[in-house]
């Protein structure tokens, strides 16, 4: 049930993201559109300036007083900020106060999404067999990617129904609207969700940690750096490569927009049905040998996605996506099972929280900005490619020599 939350909090999230074409119109409404393009993907990229604090809030009352009471605060803070974006006067209605309003509601659903990671991971690696946490933590990868392809296919439906017109009238709306809805969803989920049996010991034989920041920042500084510099790559190549990647096409592919989502949305949902394959190949192989083919997937093909998006051979581009997807697949099939058994369950949620969230935040959220500035200031439109490679050597060095842990008992 906490998985199934996940795919509604991340409908809720990225829709803003891949209508970054109509709200750069309707709330940033410059005469240069790569530059209302590049102030929206900042707004998009703030909320995440606010993940790591979230993250750290709600982590600190996951390890204190359990994982459910974080998910059920999570869920709130997610759905009624998307709903009131759907409701949101815009610019020409109310002026800049439309824009300011925008912004609030983006950092909420930021403040939202940085203790949902946390929450997720923790409580499925606590409730998996030893033998098969790979596999149980890849479901909150298939949990956000089914919420990513829901929100791609809810956008691309909505957009091909519509004129482009209809769609900065009122056609926008819709997917925000459509999250109330989901929000109801998502917390009678957890709100029925069983407390995670680590957390129940811990709390049983009275181990909980009086102050988990404190006590992660002092003794596991070691792992939160490993787990920062690991997710680097991660976090970049899925937002320019399923995110970004979508207003490049449109802008410098010349790309029907309805057309690019649904080359999206294809590939992302057959990416999706595979993903616990390689949460399952991690707990038979290891960690370590899908993250080096990972980095090293995404460090050959980087370049070669802009590259080709940059034309108009439709079949080429679904092939290079895809081909990017799976080298992610690789690498988070190893990653996310390892960081988690890095960390203690008293603090588990906290070193995660300073670790991944904290990556994902600063290079994540900034990653659409990065390469919409990259191409602005360079004029090379497989700059943002370049970025991308630059990370996978970042993270791959990272973890290339740490030590195996798919055998070690979580404690």
């Known amino acids: 049930m906490s998985s199934v939350a ?3 909090e991340w409908y809720d999230f990225l ?3 891949f209508y970054a074409v109509y709200i750069s ?6 005469q240069n559109q790569t530059t209302s393009l590049i102030t929206t993907f900042i707004v998009f990229g703030i909320s995440f300036l606010f993940r790591p604090l979230g993250a750290v809030v709600i982590s600190n009352i996951g390890d204190r007083f359990g994982r459910k009471n974080a998910f059920i605060i999570t869920v709130i803070l997610m759905t009624f900020p998307t709903f009131l ?3 949101l006067p815009t610019y020409a209605q109310i002026g800049i106060t439309a824009t300011v309003l925008i912004i609030i509601l983006r950092i909420l659903q930021g403040f939202s999404l940085g203790g949902e990671r946390c929450s997720t991971l923790s409580i499925l690696v606590e409730m998996a067999p030893d033998n098969r946490r790979g596999l149980y933590t890849t479901f909150a990868g298939f949990s956000t990617m089914v919420g990513i392809v829901l929100a791609s296919a809810v956008c691309g439906f909505i957009s091909s129904k519509f004129t482009f017109a209809q769609m900065l009238e009122f056609g926008w709306r819709i997917p925000f609207l459509f999250g109330i809805l989901t929000g109801l969803i998502a917390y009678y989920l957890r709100k029925n969700l069983t407390e995670s049996s680590k957390f129940i010991d811990v709390k ?3 181990q909980i940690s009086e102050n988990p920041i404190k006590e992660a920042i002092k ?3 070691k792992e939160i750096l490993i787990t920062l510099f690991g997710t680097i790559v991660f976090a970049v190549g899925f937002y320019i490569n399923f995110v970004y990647l979508i207003t490049y096409s449109a802008t410098i592919g010349k790309m029907e927009l309805s057309s690019i989502l649904k080359l999206n949305t294809t590939n992302m949902v057959i990416i999706t ?3 616990p394959v390689f949460g399952y190949l991690g707990d038979i192989v290891g960690r370590k040998p899908l993250i080096i083919t990972g980095a090293l997937g995404m460090l050959a093909t980087s370049v070669f996605v802009f590259k080709i998006f940059s034309g108009d051979n439709y079949t080429s581009k679904f092939l290079i996506q895809f081909a990017f997807g799976i080298s992610l697949l690789f690498y988070a099939g190893g990653l996310f099972p390892f960081m988690v058994e890095l960390f203690p369950t008293r603090i588990r949620m906290t070193g995660l929280s300073l670790g991944h969230v904290m990556s994902f935040s600063i290079f994540g959220g900034s990653a659409p900005f990065v390469a919409a500035a990259l191409i602005g200031s360079t004029g090379n439109i497989l700059a943002p490619g370049i970025y991308v490679a630059v990370t996978a050597f970042i993270s791959l060095i990272t ?3 740490v030590k195996e842990t798919y055998k070690t008992k979580l404690i």
């Open 15 to 17: 829709i803003f993201g």
């Open 85 to 87: 974006i759907g409701i």
């Open 219 to 221: 003794y596991y500084r």
């Open 273 to 275: 049905i595979l993903t």
């Open 6 to 8: 996940i795919v509604f």
């Open 204 to 206: 049983s034989s009275e």
């Open 25 to 30: 119109k309707l709330f940033f409404p410059f």
């Open 399 to 401: 973890l290339i020599f």
